[in-house]
T-cell receptor
Framework: GAGVSQSPSNKVTEKGKDVELRCDPISGHTALYWYRQSLGQGLEFLIYFQGNSAPDKSGLPSDRFSAERTGGSVSTLTIQRTQQEDSAVYLC?????????????FGPGTRLTVL | AQSVAQPEDQVNVAEGNPLTVKCTYSVSGNPYLFWYVQYPNRGLQFLLKYITGDNLVKGSYGFEAEFNKSQTSFHLKKPSALVSDSALYFCDVRDKDTGFQKLVFGTGTRLLVSP
């Protein structure tokens, strides 16, 4: 079946521009997660959604970052006024529900380069 | 709050030899434990998880992991390594008794299998 998809796969932008990253979770998965990974390093947890609700936004690096999810499906991560330190791979994952025992299914990621 | 440690940044092993990637954890309650693998330029894939029951868990691609409560460890193992196992491996821990919390992954261990 279809997995988690993300678009675009690559995004090059200029410093100061806004970017929007999209995630399509697996159909029927109510939980959705965003992570950031720099230079093949560890995963930085950004935010999760249960349905359309994001109970905890404290993982977002700054107020330039925002995320939303509509219809319990597609999610967008928006970065305003991009900075060079925002360059990373942004990974999205989904799971059946927000519970401690559900494994996550990851998308291929969006590689963001800020010049 | 839970935490996880992957003490080795990199593990080198020759093809055909057994491999071990280490993970230790800390939770206040009982743990759910997961292993994920990231192949080059790809998203993470779920390998296996420990929820309850048998301490030895078998997963994808011939991998297995042993839950050791006394040592608070969940090491990933494979009897005979393949060059294609070369990848980045992440351990994840959740606290069963406190419900869903901010997700915590280890920093990752790079496995290099030489021919």
């Amino acid at each position: 079946g279809a997995g988690v998809s993300q678009s675009p796969s690559n995004k090059v932008t200029e410093k100061g521009k806004d970017v929007e990253l999209r995630c399509d979770p697996i159909s029927g998965h109510t939980a959705l997660y965003w992570y950031r990974q720099s230079l093949g390093q560890g995963l930085e947890f950004l935010i999760y959604f249960q349905g359309n609700s994001a109970p905890d936004k404290s993982g977002l690096p700054s107020d330039r970052f925002s995320a939303e999810r509509t219809g319990g499906s597609v999610s967008t991560l928006t970065i305003q006024r991009t900075q060079q330190e925002d360059s990373a791979v942004y990974l999205c994952a989904s799971s059946l529900a927000v519970s401690s025992y559900n494994e996550q299914f990851f998308g291929p990621g969006t590689r963001l380069t800020v010049l | 709050a839970q935490s996880v440690a992957q003490p080795e940044d990199q593990v080198n092993v020759a093809e055909g030899n057994p491999l071990t990637v280490k993970c230790t954890y800390s939770v206040s309650g009982n743990p759910y434990l997961f292993w994920y693998v990231q192949y080059p330029n790809r998203g993470l894939q779920f390998l296996l998880k420990y929820i309850t029951g048998d301490n030895l868990v078998k997963g994808s691609y011939g991998f297995e992991a042993e839950f050791n409560k006394s040592q608070t460890s969940f090491h990933l193992k494979k009897p005979s390594a393949l060059v294609s196992d070369s990848a980045l491996y992440f351990c994840d821990v959740r606290d069963k008794d406190t419900g869903f919390q901010k997700l915590v992954f280890g920093t990752g261990t790079r496995l290099l299998v030489s021919p």
